[in-house]
């Protein structure tokens, strides 16, 4: 028994195809309970024994997904990009729709599931080393995304600040002193002293006053300035974004502290961290995206990891 899934946010649509290509059966279920139940009332009235029913779909992820792997079905997780050339070769009209995308599916399992892999049987510990992983590196990029915008933010109105805090823009230092200076103005009303006390707050612990007495110069000294209302609006938007980096890096330090914990319990752990280069957060997302499963692939021209479902 050949299945197709096509995978939606709320709704899957299913088709049940037998061994010579008729189809069986077409719904479209909702995602969650009730849904798995449809499905699995679908196919208990064409199939015996769960493993005699082959499941395609375009993810390898997801609670539905996982609840039919469970369920004893064959599930294979076919590339979207294989998924289209291989509805090209039934239709030219380039006509796509979820229903016709599970009959795809179906018939395609049914007839070149040789060429594909069943989703892999990964351990509990490498799904969530995965989710850590993924969440840490899209962390990553967002507080990228937003530092990128205080650069171009004090490089229209306060250069200055950007010669005082050098390259680090996202570190302590310069957050703390963004914190207290986001406008010239404020910038060139602090003290040493008060530069330095912010400094120590920050977690500087040595130069503090070498440092607050750079920081001065720098901020004190003339520079081109905008007219004081769009100053005091380009403020605004700069303490909003270093509260959002702040609150970033924290989630960050947090977030690796449950990687590392995470990780260091894998097996394979100390094996990937003996390799070049691969340190804690590389380390993890090998593991996160390759997967446990010693069976998984055959060679290594098939160790490709299938893209994240839509959004």
């Known amino acids: 028994m050949f299945v197709g899934l096509d995978w939606a946010e709320d709704h899957h649509d ?3 195809m037998a061994a010579d290509g008729r189809l069986l059966a077409a719904r479209r279920v909702a995602d969650g309970l009730a849904g798995l139940r449809l499905v699995h009332e679908l196919l208990a009235g064409q199939a015996e024994d769960p493993a005699q029913v082959v ?3 375009e993810t390898d992820r997801g609670l539905f997904v996982g609840a039919l792997v469970a369920a004893g079905y064959q599930v294979y997780a076919v590339n979207p990009l294989a998924v289209s050339r291989y509805r090209d070769r039934h239709q030219v009209s380039g006509a796509k729709s979820d229903a016709g995308d599970a009959k795809v599916l179906a018939d395609l399992v049914r007839t070149d599931r040789h060429n594909h892999r069943p989703v892999a049987g ?3 510990l490498a799904e969530a080393v995965k989710v850590l992983a993924r ?4 962390l990553v990029w967002t507080r990228q995304r937003q530092l990128n915008q205080l650069r171009s933010l004090l490089r229209e109105f306060y250069p200055g600040a950007l010669a005082a805090v050098g390259g680090d823009l996202g570190g302590r230092d310069a957050l703390a002193i963004l914190v207290v200076a986001p406008t010239p103005t404020l910038g060139r009303q602090l003290s040493q002293a008060k530069l330095a006390a912010t400094l120590r707050r920050a977690g500087r612990q040595r130069g503090a006053e070498d440092r607050a007495a750079k920081l001065q110069a720098i901020l004190g000294a003339p520079q081109l300035q905008a007219p004081g209302v769009v ?5 605004a938007a700069v303490t909003a974004l270093v509260g959002v980096i702040t609150a970033l890096n924290r989630q960050l330090e947090q977030l690796t502290s ?4 995470h990780f260091d319990q ?11 280069g691969l340190g804690l957060v590389l380390g993890a997302r090998v593991v996160g995206e390759f997967g446990d499963d010693p069976t998984r692939y055959h060679h290594p021209k098939h160790a490709r990891p299938m893209p994240a479902p839509p959004r």
């Not at 969440?135 to 899209?138: E, F, L, N, V």
């Not at 100053?231 to 403020?235: C, Q, W």
């Not at 449950?258 to 914990?261: F, I, W």
């Not at 894998?266 to 070049?276: C, G, K, M, T, Y």
């Open 14 to 16: 299913v088709a049940v």
């Open 55 to 57: 499941v395609g779909t």
């Open 122 to 124: 990964d351990s509990d």
């Open 135 to 138: 969440t840490h590196q899209s």
């Open 231 to 235: 100053a005091e609006a380009y403020g």
């Open 258 to 261: 449950q990687l590392q914990r």
């Open 266 to 276: 894998h097996p394979d752990a100390e094996i990937l961290r003996s390799l070049p």
